[in-house]
């Protein structure tokens, strides 16, 4: 299963982007994690499979929503509220099993990964 995330760019802060992230298959669990310059990536979010449980990093809650359409393999990430520590790499990834968590070892396949930049 190959990822490909895309949707990063230049916003604001108080400003909103979706990232979305295409899988070439089909996918159970998936989830997002970001990497801020100089910091280890991080949990964001993530969505089993059937789109009915999603779970975040406490530091998003309520301002970032986890989402997936089934049909179309992908899911999204919308941030409103956007923050200048939000800054970072967000990379997308995936996993066999029905739901997976906020270790980056319970997933399987990772996208390349799509920059955000939250300005002051």
């Known amino acids: 299963v190959q990822l490909q995330a895309s949707g990063g760019g230049l916003v604001q802060a108080g400003g909103s982007l979706r990232l979305s992230c295409a899988a070439s298959?089909?996918?159970?669990?998936m989830g997002w994690f970001r990497q801020a310059p100089g910091k280890e990536r991080e949990f964001v979010a993530t969505?089993?499979?059937?789109?009915?449980?999603?779970t975040y990093t406490d530091s998003v809650k309520g301002r970032f929503t986890i989402s997936r359409d089934n049909a179309k393999n992908t899911v999204y990430l919308q941030m409103n509220s956007l923050k200048p520590e939000d800054t970072a790499v967000y990379y997308c990834?995936?996993?066999?099993?029905?739901?997976?968590?906020?270790?980056?070892?319970?997933?399987?396949?990772w996208g390349q990964g799509t920059l955000v930049t939250v300005s002051s």
């Open positions: 298959g089909r996918t159970f669990a």
């Open positions: 969505i089993n499979w059937s789109g009915g449980s999603t």
């Open positions: 990834a995936a996993s066999r099993a029905y739901y997976s968590g906020s270790y980056y070892g319970e997933y399987d396949y």
